[in-house]
């Protein structure tokens, strides 16, 4: 069964930056589209990112020109790279396939705040 690990938390001022990791175990990983989701409290989990075998990408309005999602297969990770980073983009930040399939992980929290 795929397992989902992800990384690179924390606590950052507005206007900073962070890298998330989601290391994943299986050799299935690479033919999945893959996301990063995110949940506030009191809301739903959304799709913030997602990118492809194929390395094509999508982005939520809401990060687009600040977030970047990249993927090394051969590592079987799938990477999110955020700037500029807002106190709405407080968190719980998870990565699965997209549409998901897989079982959730722990996620990563990302707080925002000076």
């Known amino acids: 069964q795929v397992q989902l690990v992800e990384s690179g938390g924390g606590l950052v001022q507005p206007g900073g930056s962070l890298r998330l990791s989601c290391a994943a175990s299986g050799s299935a990983f690479t033919v999945f589209d893959v996301g990063w989701y995110r949940q506030a409290p009191g809301k739903q989990r959304e799709l913030v990112a997602a990118i492809t075998p194929g390395y094509s990408t999508n982005y939520a309005d809401s990060v687009k020109g600040r977030f970047t999602i990249s993927r090394d297969n051969s590592k079987k990770t799938v990477y999110l790279y955020m700037n500029s980073l807002i106190p709405d983009d407080t968190a719980v930040y998870y990565c699965?396939?997209?549409?998901?399939?897989?079982?959730w992980g722990q996620g990563t929290q990302v707080t925002v705040s000076s």
């Open positions: 699965n396939t997209h549409p998901s399939l897989w079982p």
